[in-house]
Structures are given as structure tokens and as C-alpha cells.
């Protein structure tokens, strides 16, 4: 199943967009599911189904269900537990819900999903988020810690403090494996990435940050939805002017997309008024349907064996867009610890690599190159 992921910029018309693109798949003929919060006063029939996040629903059915399992535990402490209809949501709870939504759409019998997600900042944080979290739960609480919770008695007498409840690692590992699931379906092949902007001042910034943010992560952005587009043909001189401005910057989106980038670029016009419904909606249609619109493949970060001629190997990381200013990496242990502007990611690195040191790094046209030495106190002897 194609799931196509929909951002930009805030109020560039990503909500719209990301219901044309459904509607036009839906009355096609496919079986297509929306995931949005807004996009229902837009549609009506055609076969589409729309999926809400429900931010504050998904907050009280998870918290209720942790104090459940953890009753005993509050019970000790003298908590007293809270009751659904006192419950608001968290800030984080729209972001969860998201991926929620995100994981239920993969398991349905659709043959396109199209979630619209937030704006390109908290959109950029979503798609890091299954990842982080997967990493801190590892580190806080280690999986193969569990293979000791017999003697989980025995180690808290002699150590004499509580040691964690089995409760615990049941969820830990619930919580696992509904990440995993949501990380499968971001990095799947089948998942596309796609930018509406509305071509100004800003739309160049916003491309390079989203095609920085996506390789961070190891995605690609496969379109990017110019949006609003005025007529070139206007005789009105102020409207003319404004539209010379926008078809300037049209341009410079033009000339940073196209085969070369992997990237195609859809033109969408400005309706003259905001969408009232279907009809509307299926004038905003993209010109290539998703079928043969296909998501551009994911970067390679590939190791390049340069022992015999430098006595290194080299990892190639693609970072569209970077800076050296910007770049930083450390090495930690078994991981890279990589900031990129406002973007951080910890990258574990390839098993080769591990039993290396960090010799040097170089940014050459947005191709970061780490060199790495092997460690002879760990690298095989060859006779």
C-alpha cells in the first residue's frame, strides 16, 4: 500500500491539498484513506474514508490504562487515581495520536493512504519521534534485563531497593513494538514524502529544510505542491506585479527540483476563494495521480572500503542542503551523535564501524564524508 505523507509550510494549503490528492485517487477508482483532523467540511462521498486523530480520547484510553497496570504501586504510594471525566490531554498528545493514526492506516485494506500532517517543524519532529523514543526506552530500560526478573526478589533484599515491576517491562515492550510498527511504516519504500508551499520568500528556506530534516532521518522528499498560483495573464498592474514576484520564486523551485533531484514539482492554481467542497477540490487535483507518481528512494549512507589505498574507511551520509557552519558529530560509543542546524539525530553506526576510531569529516556538496581508522586491537588480523 502507497502512503503519502503531506506538510508545509503553515497556511500554505497542505490540508487542502492533501484532500484534493485523496479524493482525485478515490474517484479513480481506488480505495483510499485520509488521515486528518481538518479536512472533513471539504468532502462528501466519492468512496473516501476519513480517519480523525482523536487527540484526547487516545491520551485518557493510554493514561487509564497505565494507572491499571500500576495500580499496586499507587496504592503503596497513597495516590489516589484519576477518573476519565477529569482528564485533559498533555501537550504531546496531538503527536502521538498522529502516529497512532499512522500505524492504523498501514494495517488497513486500503490501496493509498494520504495523512496530513502538521507544519513542516512539528511534521520533521513527528517522523524523528518513533526513532528517539525507541532509543530512550532501550537505554532506560534494556530488553535483555528482563531474562533476570526472577531474581528480582533476591537483588532487591540484597541491594535494598525496590527493583522495577514486571508491569514495567510488559510496557515497555508494548510501547516498543507500536514504534517499531510506526517506524516501519515511515521508512517503508512505499512511503512518500511530499511539501506544499506557496512560492515567496520563504518557500526556498523551507525546501532546504525539509530536504535537510528528511535525510537526517535517511527519507527523501518525492514532490514538492506549489500552491496558489496566480494568472500570469492579469491585466490589473498591482495583480500583475504580485504574481511576477511569485513566478520569481516559482522559478527558483523549479530549478531546485526536477530527475536530477529525484524530486518532481506539481503547479496548483489559486482559486480565487477558499475551497467550499468537492467540486473545488477536484480542480486542485495534482496532474500525475499517485500511481504513477512513485516515492523517490531513500538515500544510501554507503561505507566505502579505502583501506588498501588510504588505510581508512569512508561513510557517506547525503545531507541536502548542509552547511559546514551548521555540522557537528561525536562519536559516543556504538552511535554518531550528528547536529545539522536545528536537526540532531543519534545514527548507529554499521558494524564495521564500530570497531573503528573517528579520524576526520568533511562536507563535499552535500555529501558528509566521515573517515574512520580501524582499531588494530579490534580489527581482524589477516595472515
Known sequence: MRIILVTGLGGAGRTTVAAATALAEARAGRRVLLVSEDADPLLGGDGLRVLRPAPDADFRREFLALQARSGTALDLLGAAPFEDAELTELPGSRQFALLRSLRDAADGDHELAVVDLPPLPEALAVLALPEQLRRYLRRLLPPERQAARALRPMLAQLAGVPMPAQWLYETTARWEAELAAVQAVVDAPTTGVRLVLEPGPAAGRALRTA??????????????????????????????????????????????????????????????????????????????????????????????????????LVWHIPLPGAVKEELSLVRRGDELLLTVGAFRRNVPLPGALRRCTVTGAGLVEGDLRVRFTPDPGLWPRTP
Do not use: M, Y
Open 211 to 312: 530536504r535537510l530534516g528528511l535525510a537526517l532521518q535517511g527519507l527523501a522528499l518525492d514532490a514538492v505542491v506549489a500552491n496558489r498560483l496566480l494568472p500570469a495573464d492579469s491585466e490589473d498592474p498591482w495583480l500583475a506585479g504580485l504574481t511576477a514576484q511569485q513566478h520569481r520564486h516559482l522559478a527558483e523551485l523549479r530549478a531546485a527540483t526536477g530527475p536530477v533531484t529525484g524530486c518532481v514539482l506539481d503547479e496548483l492554481p489559486h482559486l480565487g476563494r477558499d475551497p467550499r467542497g468537492p467540486e473545488d477540490l477536484a480542480l486542485l487535483a495534482p496532474a500525475r495521480p499517485a500511481a504513477a507518481q512513485g516515492p523517490a528512494p531513500a538515500p544510501e549512507w554507503p561505507v566505502e572500503d579505502r583501506r588498501e589505498e588510504d588505510g581508512v
